[in-house]
């Protein structure tokens, strides 16, 4: 994996590991205890209080102590028997560990058995743990739900110097849609590649390529708002934030203009989930009634189904409640002369397609809920730039357009809550999209969110 993801899963590994450790020694116990473990030669043991002392020595250490024999690196590379060898280490010096703190600290360990069964059955477990979690990468892998596709752009030999020091994991998980030969400060070739792959990483790899050359390849990622991983040095930028990482065994300088991976994006992930299921849980009866309502009021399907340009371009299909007639798309080329939004968008104030109930659907926002099916699903977030036509940014001229597609899309954002419908100008829409992608955290998602609230039920800017 990319350093931080590979940070991040080495924490949920620990975790994972830390319950898994104290609830196998709690099994142990128990087996012991409630006598299903028969062994006659031994005495009865205690309750388990008497062996809570335990848990907080073997659920932080266990996995600090694997994290030390180089247990989780490199999963994907690992045979078997090094995984053994690298439980029995670790497990040796947790145990070292429990006598000491039993001597130290005058703590009882009222049965040395239970300690004996959970050596034996730990390391089986997280064995075990370890194939799951193996297996279930692999085939994510194979079908192409991890992993990532990436351009890799600059000095041919360098270029391909990198690649060669690809390690084996970074070789199934990184997958190069093109490559991009770049001698002279012209990044038509690299912008077009970007658009064409929707990728979301540029690796850049130049030796004696001059500094002007590499300097413009930074700012036209800059401007599509993908992330730039330079293979050099430190280059001066004025919107990306540089980080450092490792690739190919090679320093690498990361310029991001989009948040890093980080816990706080995966908590807005999960909650972003977990939260639309509930709503569509709780609103069911709502979407219900709508569908019925749609279906009598006007001839046609109850949803409207269109391609719209998820991250970094990629296509995916949103889903509304049907507000306008069934042939709004055909007459939408006789209105193009009375669209009130400049720039690619269209939009009209008082748009003859929509149906008497689809204004009550869109003044109250309800047409958008069946897009929380679209944030269960991954695609968009409650919280993000909202989500344009694919055909409309087809037609984006300028790179800062762009770049408002390097987060997921939202249903709601500082666009909504500042305006709506009565922004008329495309490029005041794009300046508070990035001004949410620049500053994004999650106390600014749940903000928008608060002043979301007020702005649906009162109907403020819908039209």
């Known amino acids: 994996m990319l350093a931080r993801k590979q940070e991040i899963n080495l924490q949920l590994n620990e975790v994972t590991d830390a ?112 194939a799951i979690v193996i297996a279930t990468y692999k085939r994510s892998l194979r079908h192409g739900a991890v992993g990532e596709r990436v351009i890799i752009a600059g000095e041919p030999e360098k270029m391909s110097e990198v690649e060669i020091g690809f390690t084996p994991t970074q070789r199934l998980e990184i997958k190069i849609a093109a490559r991009v030969s770049l001698t002279t400060p012209d990044m038509t070739a690299l912008v077009e590649a970007v658009h064409e792959h929707s990728v979301g990483r540029v690796l850049l790899a130049f030796s004696h390529i001059e500094l002007d050359v590499v300097q413009k390849a930074i700012e036209a990622c800059e401007l599509e708002g993908v992330e730039a991983w330079l293979c050099a040095d430190f280059i001066r930028t004025s919107i990306a934030r540089p980080t450092y990482e490792v690739l190919a065994r090679r320093p690498m300088l990361v310029f991001r203009t989009t948040p890093d991976i980080s816990w706080a994006l995966l908590v807005k992930g999960l909650f972003d989930r977990v939260a639309a299921f509930l709503s569509l849980v709780v609103l069911s009866p709502l979407l219900l009634a709508v569908a019925i309502a749609i279906k009598i009021t006007s001839p046609g399907p109850v949803i409207f189904r269109q391609k719209r340009a998820g991250r970094h371009g990629r296509p995916f299909m949103m889903y509304k409640f049907r507000s306008m007639n069934t042939n709004a798309e055909m007459q939408r080329a006789e209105l193009v002369a009375f669209n009130v939004m400049s720039g690619p968008v269209f939009k009209l104030e008082d748009d003859p397609r929509v149906t008497p109930f689809g204004r009550w659907l869109r003044k109250t926002s309800v047409d958008e809920l069946p897009q929380l099916w679209n944030v269960v699903c991954g695609d968009m977030s409650l919280v993000g730039p909202r989500p344009l036509p694919v055909y409309e940014v087809e037609k984006f001229e300028s790179a800062s357009h762009r770049r408002r597609l390097s987060m997921r899309p939202g249903l709601t954002c500082l666009w909504q809550v500042r305006g709506r419908n009565s922004v008329t100008n495309f490029d005041d829409w794009v300046r508070m999209d990035l001004e949410y992608i620049d500053n994004w955290s999650l106390l600014l998602d749940l903000w928008i969110l608060l002043r979301t609230i007020p702005v649906v039920l009162l109907g403020l800017g819908a039209k």
Request: some cysteine; proline content about 8%.
């Open 19 to 130: 319950v898994i450790l104290a609830a196998t020694f709690w099994l142990c116990h128990w087996l012991r205890f409630t006598g299903i473990l028969k062994l006659d030669s031994l005495p009865d043991i205690p309750e388990f209080k008497y062996f809570l002392w335990v848990i907080p020595v073997i659920a932080p250490f266990g996995p600090f102590l694997l994290e030390l024999q180089g247990f989780y690196d490199y999963p994907l590379e690992k045979t078997l028997l090094k995984s053994i060898s690298q439980i029995a280490r670790a497990g040796f010096w947790l145990v070292i560990l429990l006598a000491t703190s039993s001597f130290l600290l005058k703590l009882p360990i009222p049965s040395r058995s239970v300690i004996l069964l959970f050596s034996l059955v730990a390391p089986g477990v997280l064995l075990i743990k370890e």
